[in-house]
């Protein structure tokens, strides 16, 4: 077994390669030292130079063009191996969530979403860099892209949780406007994984973690296998991963220690802070003539058994009857299984000039489990039911406890296989020019089933319930072919919503009830892929002056397909589901052709004040389906004055055609609360008494002037209870594509004045400018450019004539104006070979801070700057110690994130849309720590996650971000499961 290098000890982890010869990232490739072969020379050794076997030139993130050294002008992030599972990170996601340069709201797929249908469907994990979203961010594996994946809606970013994490050699993030060179999804930049599928021998590795929280554990196991010869080597691999629930009324933070509830935390002005349980009400009976009654067995004072007036429903007070079904029995943190296989090949065919073929195919799947909280149920039953005791129009209020769970499971296959080598043509400068042809062709499949409540049963039957003539109830229906959503005649089952049992636990009385409500909402997902890609590289000719270099060049066409098909039940297409919301069929094709190239030109070498002075420039021109013919570009320039010094700029064009979802969805609904509209009396001008106190009333002449304009009486609409906001979202063909423009100006030193120490530094500013940003409204958003001048959007909700309020508002995406993202990155490395006491160390420190100055969107005339608000904080910052003696390493990685508040502000005082006082977040650090230890061919590592646990930053339930399960805003890395120890062994044969 070979030892591990003094380097392969030094593996650093977060690193921004700002600089031409870039040793930084042969210092990243961090891998287990017995899994590599004992005669390879060290990468080291040939990282700040010109590798002199043409064979061996390579091709980094950002450029197609084959160089001889590991160089990129353009600004990347490498994430090694290594440090990837000394800090214990069990999946991609998670891997990337870490990084600086990742900001705004992630999903993950441990999260749960409750009822909601997110852009990939449950279970899935998308990523986006600069907080410019997933759709701006091409992933890719190997250097060819990844396919989406998902189920529900139209899925349009890949699923990175399908990735196999052992399998993983490293990640590198390129942090500059790439679509000349990648495509028109490459907005913000590229995270390209590479495998190890250049492995030799057998390795098994098993991993498992040990929550403080009580669930939310990982276990993962994965076998490698590989040979490589003269001709041709083959990899195989499989791994193995689950991930058990964390349910929330295990979660110490969650509710109040007795039941798991939602949390209305508020600050006073002496900073006193109160956290109150929130809740849905629920066990209660709403009757015109008392109010709301509760359930109280055996008790009355209205005359009616077991139902009791003037109960205090507040939530404090509510609990003993019911506070806790919403969330009892629910998940914070979703249990995933997924299985991993992966096989890639290589062999020379022995023709033309030692012409390759290669393949890769690649297997996943993923079963998901998603319990979210409970909904109400609150339907009027009228007087006339034979099991209403109240004889009058009444509401039951009541949890429906058998709707909690959710099952999703998504296959995906992918298939690659391509040729690549030199052109063979007798011809001295032909064949120094090389070709890579392949093809790609994915197939996702996904399906998604939710136990739900027929919302269309519980209408029939209490539309068609009435006494049976012998003390019992019959449900007659008249035909109800296109009724209700029903295909079929059915057998109405008269429901009984006083029964005891839905109020003590949450079910009907009979099993007939139950099955005649309980029904399921069926979803399925094909999502396919199909790539052809070809490129040509190769030099050009050599510059005729004076330190001049050679001129390198590459050129390709691209065909791709992406087909999208979703299948909906008759529930889901409806909308037919109590508390869920419609998800119809949908889907498209799109067919993309594309031709690209790239020049890079060494304008000068070794001369006076410039060591290196050279041009970089690519170009793409696209024919899309949809949208006709367009281009792209980037245009770099690195200049090194010294050779310690690197100053470089970028400057690009990209174009992003709007995707599948933004073009094909059909008609998704939700709800939104009714208090966003300006015209409702906000609750903060209420008195003690519920009525419109206009002192306390903070809206602007110009909104109540419009609301008057419009017919709506801003001083006592929703007084009296307000509705929430139908919402309706759907494909646009009428979208325009958006364009951007990048700047990136950044430069790095490296020390070279001694060979005792290493040492770098880098800066890094990016500006990103979005045009035409594609977007789904918000309802603020259609409702706040309305009630403002100038006027838009107003044609996107209607008013109830009779009631005034909003009955349904239309978020379809729509090119909304201008989103930009501007900061500045800082990269530090430090690495020293010391002696103490006849022992011998080895000490690396990396560092990388991220300054995130703004995020901006521009919608019309009003603009609105997201940094430093919740999941965008205006700071960043990684650091990575590792100490490595002997067979020992200890490894310490620091976090920090700085404190966000909310996106509402009024005066001096932070207040949430119902005009409470909000919490902003503090300056959070994280710490993990682990200790590795190799011995033989055994590798053993311990390790510790969130070293200083505490409870994660809890914001008010109301709190304007976007929450996770419970009042934690997304986003930003902020960790929901506490304290973590991780085991892992490797054992190598």
């Given amino acids: 077994m070979a030892k591990e290098t003094e380097l392969e000890r030094r593996t650093i982890g977060y690193r921004l390669l700002l600089a031409a010869g870039a040793s930084a990232l042969a210092l990243s490739l961090g891998t287990t030292a017995f899994a590599q072969d ?12 010109e590798v002199n076997e043409e064979e061996d030139a390579i091709i980094v993130t950002g450029s197609l ?24 990170l069990s999946d991609v996601q998670k891997i990337l969530a870490r990084t600086t340069v990742v900001q705004g709201t992630q999903i993950d797929q441990g999260i749960s979403q409750g009822g909601f249908v997110t852009d990939n469907g449950p279970g899935a994990s998308s990523v986006g860099l600069r907080g410019l979203g997933s759709s701006r961010t091409l992933f890719m594996v190997n250097g060819r892209r990844l396919a989406p994946g998902g189920v529900e809606g139209l899925p349009t970013s890949p699923d990175i949780s399908q990735l196999p994490t052992t ?109 109150v349980c929130q809740g849905l009400i629920g066990n209660v009976v709403f009757n015109p003539a008392f109010g709301f009654v509760g359930f109280t ?34 998940n914070l943190v979703n249990p995933s299984k997924r299985t991993n296989v992966y096989f890639s090949g290589h062999y020379d065919l022995n023709v033309l000039n030692h012409m390759e073929f290669y393949s890769e195919v690649a297997y996943n799947n993923r079963r998901s489990t998603q319990t979210g909280r409970v909904p109400q149920l609150f339907p009027t039953v009228p007087g006339s039911n034979p099991f209403n005791p109240f004889g009058r129009d009444v509401t039951p209020v009541v949890f429906l406890k058998q709707r909690q769970g959710g099952q999703s499971e998504v296959d995906q296959t992918r298939l690659v296989a391509g040729l690549r080598g030199d052109f ?41 319930t009435e006494d049976d003539g012998n003390g019992g109830a019959t449900c007659n229906v008249p035909n109800l072919a296109n009724q209700f959503g029903f295909l079929d005649n059915f057998e109405c089952v008269p429901l009984n919503f006083f029964a005891t049992s839905l109020y003590t636990d949450g079910v009907f009385e009979t099993q007939e009830e139950n099955d005649f409500v309980n029904q399921e909402r069926l979803f399925n997902t094909t999502i396919e892929q199909s790539v052809l890609h070809g490129t040509v590289t190769g030099p050009l000719f050599n510059l005729p002056w004076q330190g001049g270099g050679e ?38 094709q799109v067919d993309l052709f594309e031709a690209f190239g790239e020049i890079d030109i060494p304008v000068m070498r070794d001369m006076p004040a410039i060591q290196n002075l050279s041009l970089n420039f690519q170009g793409r021109y696209l024919d899309h389906e949809f949208f006709g013919s367009d281009y792209t570009y980037t245009a770099k320039l690195g200049w090194n004055p010294i050779e310690s010094l ?96 990048t700047w990136t100006v950044g430069g790095v030193f490296k020390q070279n004045f001694s060979d005792e120490f290493d040492f770098s530094f880098g800066v890094n500013y990016f500006n990103y400018k979005v045009k035409n940003t594609v977007a789904e409204l918000s309802v603020g958003d259609v409702l706040g450019q309305c009630f403002n001048q100038p006027r838009q959007f107003c044609d996107r909700f209607n008013r109830d004539p009779q009631t005034g309020f909003i009955d349904i508002l239309d978020n379809s995406p729509v090119n909304i104006g201008i989103f930009t993202s501007k900061g500045i990155d800082f990269n530090t490395f430090f690495g020293k070979d010391f002696t103490v006491s006849g022992q011998a160390f080895s000490l690396t420190v990396d560092s990388t801070v991220t300054y995130q100055e703004e995020q901006k969107i521009t919608i019309i005339a009003a603009s609105d700057d997201n940094a430093g608000e919740y999941g965008t904080p205006k700071w960043r910052a990684t650091n990575n110690v590792r100490l490595a003696f002997n067979d020992f390493s200890v490894f310490w990685q620091s976090r920090y994130i700085k404190g966000t508040q909310p996106d509402i502000t009024t005066g001096t005082t932070l207040r949430d849309t119902f005009g409470d006082d909000v919490v902003r977040i503090p ?36 709190a304007p971000a976007t929450l996770d399960a419970q009042n934690v805003p997304l986003g930003a890395g902020i960790n929901t499961v506490g304290r973590s120890i991780f085991a892992n062994f490797t054992k190598a044969f």
């Fill in 424 to 464: 063979a043509l007798g011809n001295k400068w032909a064949d120094r020019w090389s070709y890579d042809l392949n093809a790609q062709y994915s197939r996702g499949r996904g399906t998604s089933v939710r136990p739900v409540a027929f919302e269309s049963a519980i209408v029939a039957s209490l539309l068609f």
């Fill in 551 to 588: 001129v390198n060049a590459a050129f390709g066409l691209e065909y791709r397909k992406d087909r999208l098909i979703s299948e909906a039940s008759t529930v889901s297409e409806l909308g037919l589901a109590a508390g869920l919301f419609a998800d119809p069929d949908g889907g498209g």
């Fill in 38 to 49: 004992a005669s390879a020379p060290a990468v080291e050794e040939v990282a700040d130079e």
């Fill in 297 to 330: 067995p055996g008790q009355t004072n209205i005359g009616v058994d077991n139902f009791t007036a003037g109960v205090d429903t507040s939530a404090a007070a509510f609990r003993g009857y019911g506070l806790g079904f919403p969330l009892e029995g629910s």
């Fill in 646 to 741: 690197l100053l470089r700029v970028t400057n690009g064009r990209s174009f992003r055609a709007p995707n599948a979802r933004e073009l094909f969805l059909q008609g998704q609904t939700g709800f939104a609360s009714g208090l966003g509209d300006p015209c409702v009396v906000p609750v903060a001008a209420r008195d003690g008494s519920g009525n419109y106190d206009p002192s306390l009333d903070n809206r602007s002449q110009t909104v109540i002037g419009l609301c008057q304009a419009d017919g709506v009486d801003p001083f006592s609409l929703g007084l009296g209870g307000t509705p929430s906001i139908q919402t309706s979202t759907g494909g646009n063909t009428g979208l325009n594509p958006e364009t951007s423009q």
């Fill in 65 to 88: 063009i084959k160089q001889s050294t590991f160089s990129s002008i353009s600004p990347l992030q490498v994430i090694g191996a290594e440090v990837i599972r000394e800090v214990g």
């Fill in 923 to 958: 300056d959070l650090w994280y710490h993990d720590i682990s200790i590795n230890y190799t011995y033989d061919t055994w590798l053993f590592r311990l390790g510790v996650n969130d070293v200083f646990s505490k409870n994660p930053p809890l914001v008010s339930d109301d």
């Fill in 167 to 275: 399998m993983i050699k490293r990640v590198e993030i390129l942090l500059d406007g790439a679509s000349s060179i990648y495509g028109s999804d490459a907005v913000t930049g590229v995270i390209n994984v590479f495998l190890r599928d250049d492995f030799e021998g057998l390795e098994i590795d098993g991993f498992t973690t040990f929550n403080q929280e009580d669930g939310g554990n990982v276990d993962r196991v994965s076998m490698i296998f590989g040979d490589q010869g003269e001709r041709g080597g083959f990899t195989i691999a499989a791994e193995y991963f689950q991930r058990n629930n964390l349910l929330r009324s295990d979660a110490s933070f969650v509710g109040d220690g007795n039941v798991p509830c939602q949390l209305d935390i508020e600050v006073a002005t002496d900073g006193t802070r109160t956290e």
